[in-house]
């Protein structure tokens, strides 16, 4: 016989029966190692053991510490707190602390060192993952959203989002995990994100309950019929969703445009040209704000209008050149007739782009591409904002539509052909440049009303391939039965006008059943039915139309149901259909916080600090990605939980020089600041 906890937890270096073991059964022999110090500590810690954290009241887990020493712990995490948001090495904590100390801050003489600021992260970054699991344990259903790009260490990384409802009501998008994948396949990927859900947010095989959607990139790994990401997801969780991200789909849109109308295609060549000669030279850039300056034109630096990046960027770039124009035009003149002795290549490519940008049809194309890309580029934003729903796809894919019809209408056209376009003497200008006209073709002349007119046939062809393409590229998503289902149910513009002399009035009857017959098993845990769906629905109808005749102005889609559910959130009367609502709010439409994850990952994770592993970096990122400011920030939380963990080393060294020899290099997380 022995005693467990004294076993495990009495490390005073006394030996006694009850550690090494007895057969002994006397009574008393019991009862005086129950009452003995050693015994009464570690039954303490052994209880407490079984406590779990959360249940622990924070008073009693800090009150021995001092006010004094609690007051520079919690110090010593808002400076760890400054360094993460901000992407600081860990190596610039311990001089941070100098420098407090030296403004007269109390931040003792402990932990002055980069190991600890990793450990202090790594504790802050738990405390918001708390939180998060937390928040996530409130909302009905969820929606996980991934991406994989390569970091600066050459590994495929793999960034995993999760989308659900604060409070159970409001749409929210948070940072879960940067998962490393030996492969970038559909397996490793598939294992990242249920490892995301199961083991990082503590969902256990619940997940398969609460997951109702997953959204991707459109890649073949993550879409595909056969064997993608979202096929396995959906072989363990039967109901899932997968979606194709709008934002992506949008710009193989404008893609699919391009390989239609080559003369778009040679436009956005030249702006990569135009790029690439300021960008890669010092003295070209120099030279193009000099003319600027003489022509007192503040110039833009020309952007890349190509690659992986946004329609605004392609806008972006079309700004640049256009308000650049005329000293754009001075300086590729210059260079040609004046080029340096020794710049023969750098005349060239200059009279290239000259004759490339002075010709009237690229002008009138500029002005066309002014108005077109300003509309693509507004719908590409939407589709990036978080609180964009599946409402805002379908209405602003209808509004596109419509004007580019109106767009592409001869007298629309001319009228922006016609904007800063002059002819004087038989020679076209746009802000005071002499443009070229282009070589006669097919017998006709090549002058302003000829450029016209070809021009004019390349933005109506641009313009019907636009809308072909929207179609097609966002058809299989709006048509979706669900998702069709789902706006005819809970969009107001959808419902009928009319329907007050109809006392069997079973609109959306059919839409309901739709929802929960597809969604049947995860609603049917929450002891969610069908009959009470549509007894609440046909109420729900009524209190909707009253409230909506009332309101000065049609308000959107989630700011009404989220309105609505909060005042009826203590009322059970629509608990059912209220389930079937939540789903619809946490559909997502897009994965730019998947790529804005990325740009965060690039921007701590550089050629300096390339060996800064996910589980560091994943803790990097939680802090910078979260809403919390320095001001907003409550140390204590992070300070309670280090403190539970016992992670308690003081003096330990900062990181010296590194050998590699015989070591296990995921033991060093943020060996990057040598």
């Given at each position: 016989m022995w005693c467990e906890a004294c076993r495990k937890y009495n490390k005073s270096g006394k030996k006694n029966a009850f550690i090494t073991g007895t057969t002994s059964m006397r009574l008393k022999v019991i009862e005086?190692?129950?009452?003995?110090?050693?015994?009464?500590?570690?039954?303490?810690?052994?209880?407490?053991?079984?406590v779990p954290i959360q249940e622990r009241p924070m008073e009693k887990v800090v009150q021995k510490m001092e006010e004094k020493k609690l007051q520079q712990m919690i110090n010593l995490f808002r400076t760890a707190f400054y360094v993460a948001k901000q992407g600081r090495p860990y190596t610039?904590?311990?001089?941070?602390?100098?420098?407090?100390?030296?403004?007269?801050?109390?931040?003792?003489?402990?932990?002055?060192?980069?190991?600890?600021?990793r450990i202090f992260v790594d504790y802050i970054s738990l405390g918001m993952k708390k939180e998060l699991r937390s928040s996530l344990q409130e909302s009905d259903f969820v929606a996980v959203l991934a991406d994989g790009s390569s970091d600066a260490g050459n590994i495929e990384e793999e960034v995993i989002q999760i989308r659900y409802l604060k409070d159970n009501?409001?749409?929210?998008?948070?940072f879960v995990a940067l998962k490393s994948l030996e492969r970038g396949d559909a397996v490793n990927i598939t294992d990242a994100v249920k490892s995301a859900l199961k083991e990082d947010l503590e969902m256990g095989e619940e997940w398969k309950n609460k997951l109702a959607f997953a959204c991707f990139d459109g890649a073949a790994v993550n879409v595909g019929h056969l064997s993608g990401v979202g096929v396995r997801l959906q072989e363990e969780c039967p109901h899932l969703i997968v979606l194709h991200c709008c934002a992506h789909r949008l710009e193989l849109v404008v893609k699919d445009v391009l390989k239609e109308v080559p003369y778009f295609a040679a436009v956005q060549d030249l702006f990569t040209t135009i790029y690439k000669f300021y960008h890669n030279s010092a003295l070209n850039w120099q030279?193009?704000?000099?003319?600027?300056?003489?022509?007192?034109?503040?110039?833009?630096?020309?952007?890349?209008?190509?690659?992986?990046?946004?329609?605004?960027?392609?806008?972006?770039?079309l700004k640049a050149v256009m308000r650049d124009f005329p000293a754009l035009v001075q300086h590729l003149g210059h260079l040609v007739e004046h080029g340096e002795v020794g710049s023969k290549d750098s005349r060239e490519k200059a009279n290239g782009?000259?004759?490339?940008?002075?010709?009237?049809?690229?002008?009138?194309?500029?002005?066309?591409?002014?108005?077109?890309?300003?509309?693509?580029?507004?719908?590409?934003?939407?589709?990036?904002?978080?609180?964009?729903?599946?409402?805002?796809?379908?209405?602003?894919?209808?509004n596109v539509v419509k004007t580019l019809n109106k767009l592409s209408r001869p007298e629309k056209l001319s009228r922006i052909f016609s904007e800063g376009m002059e002819e004087r003497d038989g020679v076209v200008l746009w802000k005071g440049i002499p443009l070229q006209a282009g070589r006669p073709q097919r017998g006709?002349?090549?002058?302003?009303?000829?450029?016209?007119?070809?021009?004019?046939?390349?933005?109506?062809?641009?313009?019907?391939?636009?809308?072909?393409?929207?179609?097609?590229?966002?058809?299989?998503?709006?048509?979706?039965?669900?998702?069709?289902?789902?706006?005819?149910?809970?969009?107001?513009?959808?419902?009928?006008?009319?329907?007050?002399?109809?006392?069997?009035?079973?609109?959306?009857?059919?839409?309901?059943?739709?929802?929960?017959?597809?969604?049947?098993?995860?609603?049917?845990?929450?002891?969610?039915?069908?009959e009470s769906c549509l007894r609440e629905w046909s109420e729900l109808k009524e209190v909707c139309r009253n409230q909506l005749s009332q309101a000065r102005r049609a308000p959107s889609f989630s700011e009404f149901w989220m309105r609505f559910m909060r005042r009826e959130e203590a009322d059970s009367d629509y608990r059912n259909i209220f389930t079937l609502l939540r789903l619809s709010l946490v559909i997502p439409i897009h994965t730019a916080q998947c790529e804005r994850s990325f740009s965060l990952m690039n921007r701590i994770k550089t050629d300096w600090r390339a060996r800064l592993e996910s589980n560091s970096l994943t803790s990097l990122m939680t802090i910078s990605l979260s809403p919390q400011s320095l001001d907003t920030f409550d140390p204590l939380p992070a300070v309670t939980l280090?403190?539970?963990?016992?992670?308690?080393?003081?003096n330990t060294t900062p990181y010296g020089p590194r050998r590699c020899q015989n070591r296990d290099v995921s033991s060093s997380e943020s060996e990057e600041e040598q």
């Amino acid at each position: 016989m022995w005693c467990e906890a004294c076993r495990k937890y009495n490390k005073s270096g006394k030996k006694n029966a009850f550690i090494t073991g007895t057969t002994s059964m006397r009574l008393k022999v019991i009862e005086s190692h129950e009452k003995s110090p050693g015994h009464v500590s570690a039954m303490n810690r052994f209880d407490m053991e079984r406590v779990p954290i959360q249940e622990r009241p924070m008073e009693k887990v800090v009150q021995k510490m001092e006010e004094k020493k609690l007051q520079q712990m919690i110090n010593l995490f808002r400076t760890a707190f400054y360094v993460a948001k901000q992407g600081r090495p860990y190596t610039d904590f311990p001089e941070l602390l100098r420098l407090q100390k030296c403004n007269g801050l109390d931040v003792g003489t402990a932990y002055w060192n980069d190991k600890e600021a990793r450990i202090f992260v790594d504790y802050i970054s738990l405390g918001m993952k708390k939180e998060l699991r937390s928040s996530l344990q409130e909302s009905d259903f969820v929606a996980v959203l991934a991406d994989g790009s390569s970091d600066a260490g050459n590994i495929e990384e793999e960034v995993i989002q999760i989308r659900y409802l604060k409070d159970n009501i409001e749409p929210t998008t948070a940072f879960v995990a940067l998962k490393s994948l030996e492969r970038g396949d559909a397996v490793n990927i598939t294992d990242a994100v249920k490892s995301a859900l199961k083991e990082d947010l503590e969902m256990g095989e619940e997940w398969k309950n609460k997951l109702a959607f997953a959204c991707f990139d459109g890649a073949a790994v993550n879409v595909g019929h056969l064997s993608g990401v979202g096929v396995r997801l959906q072989e363990e969780c039967p109901h899932l969703i997968v979606l194709h991200c709008c934002a992506h789909r949008l710009e193989l849109v404008v893609k699919d445009v391009l390989k239609e109308v080559p003369y778009f295609a040679a436009v956005q060549d030249l702006f990569t040209t135009i790029y690439k000669f300021y960008h890669n030279s010092a003295l070209n850039w120099q030279g193009l704000r000099n003319a600027g300056e003489a022509l007192d034109i503040l110039v833009l630096k020309p952007v890349r209008a190509s690659g992986t990046r946004w329609l605004p960027h392609q806008e972006r770039a079309l700004k640049a050149v256009m308000r650049d124009f005329p000293a754009l035009v001075q300086h590729l003149g210059h260079l040609v007739e004046h080029g340096e002795v020794g710049s023969k290549d750098s005349r060239e490519k200059a009279n290239g782009i000259l004759q490339g940008v002075k010709s009237i049809k690229f002008v009138l194309f500029l002005l066309f591409l002014s108005q077109y890309l300003q509309l693509m580029s507004s719908l590409s934003k939407v589709f990036q904002d978080n609180s964009s729903t599946l409402e805002t796809v379908y209405r602003r894919v209808e509004n596109v539509v419509k004007t580019l019809n109106k767009l592409s209408r001869p007298e629309k056209l001319s009228r922006i052909f016609s904007e800063g376009m002059e002819e004087r003497d038989g020679v076209v200008l746009w802000k005071g440049i002499p443009l070229q006209a282009g070589r006669p073709q097919r017998g006709r002349p090549g002058g302003l009303a000829s450029q016209r007119e070809e021009v004019m046939k390349d933005c109506q062809q641009i313009i019907n391939a636009t809308s072909h393409h929207l179609g097609r590229r966002f058809d299989v998503l709006l048509s979706h039965r669900v998702f069709s289902a789902a706006r005819r149910v809970f969009q107001f513009s959808t419902w009928p006008q009319d329907d007050d002399d109809d006392p069997d009035d079973d609109f959306g009857d059919d839409d309901i059943r739709t929802i929960y017959q597809h969604f049947q098993h995860p609603v049917e845990l929450k002891g969610v039915d069908l009959e009470s769906c549509l007894r609440e629905w046909s109420e729900l109808k009524e209190v909707c139309r009253n409230q909506l005749s009332q309101a000065r102005r049609a308000p959107s889609f989630s700011e009404f149901w989220m309105r609505f559910m909060r005042r009826e959130e203590a009322d059970s009367d629509y608990r059912n259909i209220f389930t079937l609502l939540r789903l619809s709010l946490v559909i997502p439409i897009h994965t730019a916080q998947c790529e804005r994850s990325f740009s965060l990952m690039n921007r701590i994770k550089t050629d300096w600090r390339a060996r800064l592993e996910s589980n560091s970096l994943t803790s990097l990122m939680t802090i910078s990605l979260s809403p919390q400011s320095l001001d907003t920030f409550d140390p204590l939380p992070a300070v309670t939980l280090w403190w539970e963990g016992g992670r308690r080393r003081p003096n330990t060294t900062p990181y010296g020089p590194r050998r590699c020899q015989n070591r296990d290099v995921s033991s060093s997380e943020s060996e990057e600041e040598q």
